[in-house]
């Protein structure tokens, strides 16, 4: 068979991270990829240079990822079309926000043959509610959408730190082209064919990290993170058995759930978001511009979609950990309220 044409779909700073991993990933397994990747990247003004000639030329993302070096054979292409036209595997790592237009412009543009693997931790909502981002790019461009999630914070990735992820893969052969294409000593993969939990808790995690920032910016300590982590996981578990039938509990004990939420809630942007939430009066998004540098904090949005699916199905009661985070990111809640939320958690009656 031809070698696979790899691309990708996005270039902040998880999206550097695994362009770095499988840019050398498809140089040693030349037999089964081809060995050159374009990176879709969404073109900006760095220093009055355009950062896709940046990239190309230093091989490096300098606003996103700076210090890391990425693979030469790892190309930055401005023009979605241009940089997804031939590709047999398309790696979607961009803001959920952002997922519905761009597939609309790749509609009827990519091989029939394509498959394509998410890497982004959110939901979309519309009028079926709420939707897995796999199946909104598998229902736009009829193809089948693999995931992949797990305790992967981008800058420990990229300075090839140990750790573990989740391929989640309903059809076996693909799940192992995939460990291929993504596996390296540093970064283990396991493929599990429960691909909707995988998925479902790599968007739940980042609302329960902001409560565990909250915690850190009340002063609290280990302990009471440990009671949000807890409480989380269980909101997490009974969202997925509500809204996603099928769940298994076995996938949550999966890189894609414990050890992520535990990695999010100690070390990822949305903790941070929470801890600041906390301690400044600013609204979500003046501290994405001040914190992010125009990035956007995943958590919060996928709270609100959260938020608006449960009021619908009258069951915020049931959730009180996640609606309590909504609100808080909404400036309609005290922070002082949010312990009087864990002492009253349902799991405790």
Avoid at 147 to 159: F, H, I, P, R, T
Avoid at 241 to 267: M, N, R
Avoid at 318 to 329: D, E, G, N, Q, S
């Amino acid at each position: 068979m031809a070698p696979k044409t790899v691309s990708i779909v996005g270039s902040g700073n998880w999206g550097s991270a695994i362009a770095k991993i499988v840019g050398n990933n498809v140089q040693q397994r030349n037999d089964v990829f081809s060995t050159i990747i374009n990176m879709y990247m969404y073109e900006e003004m760095v220093d009055g240079k355009k950062l896709t000639e940046i990239v190309n030329m230093q091989h490096e993302n300098i606003k996103y990822l700076p210090g890391v070096k990425l693979p030469e054979n790892v190309i930055a292409v401005p023009d979605i079309l241009e940089a997804t036209t031939n590709a047999d595997i398309l790696i979607f790592v961009l803001p959920h926000q952002f997922v519905q237009k761009i597939c609309e412009q790749l509609k009827g543009k990519i091989k029939s043959s394509a498959i394509a693997v998410s890497l982004i931790k959110g939901f979309a909502i519309n009028e079926k509610g709420i939707q897995l981002i796999s199946h909104q790019i598998s229902e736009i461009l009829s193809i089948p959408c693999c995931v992949l999630s797990g305790a992967n914070l981008a800058g420990e990735v990229a300075n090839e730190q140990f750790c573990e992820t989740t391929i989640g893969s309903k059809n076996e052969d693909t799940g192992e082209l995939l460990r291929q294409l993504f596996e390296t000593p540093y970064f283990r993969c396991a493929v599990v064919q429960d691909t909707d939990t995988v998925e479902v808790c790599g968007a739940l995690k980042n609302v329960v990290a902001i409560g565990a920032g909250i915690v850190d910016g009340m002063g609290s300590g280990d302990n009471t993170k440990a009671a949000v982590q807890r409480l989380g996981l269980m909101e997490m578990i009974k969202f997925a058995e509500i809204f996603f039938p099928g769940s298994k509990t076995s996938t949550f004990f999966e890189s894609c759930g414990i050890a992520d939420l535990v990695a999010t809630c100690h070390g990822g942007r949305n903790r941070l978001l929470g801890e600041n939430v906390v301690k400044s009066d600013k609204t979500i998004h003046e501290l994405e511009k001040e914190i992010l540098k125009g990035q956007s904090f995943q958590g919060p949005l996928v709270a609100k979609e959260i938020y608006g699916m449960l009021k619908d199905k009258d069951m915020l009661s049931r959730f009180p950990l996640f609606v309590a985070i909504h609100l808080i990111c909404d400036r309609k809640m005290d922070t002082k309220e949010f312990i009087s939320c864990l002492r009253n958690h349902p799991e405790h009656m």
